[in-house]
């Protein structure tokens, strides 16, 4: 299976002297839904804006689908759809119009557009707002809206920047389901989000990137083999001794019905409970407190911090 986008030592150094990538290199195979992670200035939207040919390469190749991007840029533009993290949008033209508009910028004839555009609207769930003007949509509306121009033109990859902030939980599953649904007919997805557990959730592969750097690089199922402890924040119903003490669980007491238990993988919940029981504390609520990624992205990135200290 050939890559959808090769990176091979990509360097970024802005005029004032700020490198931000260095030496990058990744690569994202054909038909992955990749999640490319990192806190804010790490150097996420400097490979994008560089994928998307809105920002120059320093040194290094960009290849999407073998192409690179240097000598072919048009190739890119044909077959990436890019779904910005802000809207961007006309607010006084007709969420239709809008969409053969951009359709004509690929060279797709007025029926074609008029035909992709109920497709799309259809399944965003937003046909019956099409002679409304952005403006008069609201904020989710304007965020399906964006999903249906990045994918006017049928591209190959779709990158997701931030695609449901600020939406709510029932729209962020709808669309959760529409990028799976697109994913499994053939289109690579790369997304970044701050929602670590919409990356677990949909995403095959990662890269984690902090400082321009890439820290991590791996497979979803590696994450879980990775990490071998998991916490857990349990609420008692009766009172909890200050000084409890369970072998092999390291517990930090929080409150007086409340205690943070982290323990090996082998353990599970109810291995948890019965220890518990056999300290007379009720347990009454037991959550994961933290998922493997989100508590994987937290040792990278501060490790990266302290290093740098």
């Known amino acids: 299976m050939r890559n959808a986008l090769e990176i091979i030592n990509l360097n970024k150094t802005y005029r004032n002297g700020f490198k931000a990538l260095k030496n990058i290199n990744l690569e994202i195979k054909s038909g992955d839904f990749f999640a490319f992670l990192g806190p804010n200035g790490a150097g996420k939207s400097t490979v994008i804006g560089i994928i998307s040919s809105l920002v120059t390469i320093s040194s290094g190749k960009v290849k999407v689908l073998n192409e690179d991007i240097t000598d072919n840029p048009d190739w890119a533009k044909k077959n990436i759809g890019i779904v910005p993290q802000e809207y961007n949008l006309n607010q006084f033209i007709p969420i239709e119009e809008t969409m053969i508009n951009v359709g004509g910028y690929f ?5 074609d557009a008029q035909a992709r555009t109920y497709e799309l609207f259809n399944q965003l ?16 509306m304007k965020r399906r809206l964006m999903i249906a121009r990045a994918l006017i033109h049928n591209p190959r990859i779709l990158i997701l920047d931030e695609p449901t902030a600020g939406v709510d939980t029932e729209l962020r599953l709808t669309m959760w389901d529409f990028f799976q649904d697109i994913n499994k007919k053939g289109v690579t997805i790369i997304l970044t989000t701050h929602y670590l557990e919409e990356a677990e959730r949909l995403c095959k592969n990662l890269a984690i ?8 690089n791996s497979s979803m199922t590696d994450i879980y083999n990775i990490k071998k402890n998991k916490t857990y924040l349990v609420k008692s119903s009766n009172k909890i001794n200050s000084d409890i003490e369970l072998d092999q669980f390291n517990i930090n007491v ?3 019905y ?8 082998k353990f599970n919940i109810s291995d948890i409970i019965n220890a518990l029981n056999k300290k007379n504390v009720s347990v009454l609520n037991i959550i994961n407190k933290r998922n493997q990624l989100e508590e994987l992205f937290m040792e990278l990135t501060n490790a990266g ?4 200290s």
């Open 107 to 111: 060279g797709i004839k007025r029926k």
């Open 125 to 140: 769930g937003i046909w019956d707002k099409r002679d409304l003007t952005p403006r008069e949509l609201s904020g989710g």
């Open 209 to 216: 990137i902090h400082k321009g750097e890439i820290i991590q």
């Open 254 to 256: 929080l409150d007086e």
């Open 258 to 265: 409340t205690i943070e238990i982290t323990c090996d993988n």
């Open 305 to 308: 911090v302290a290093n740098d």
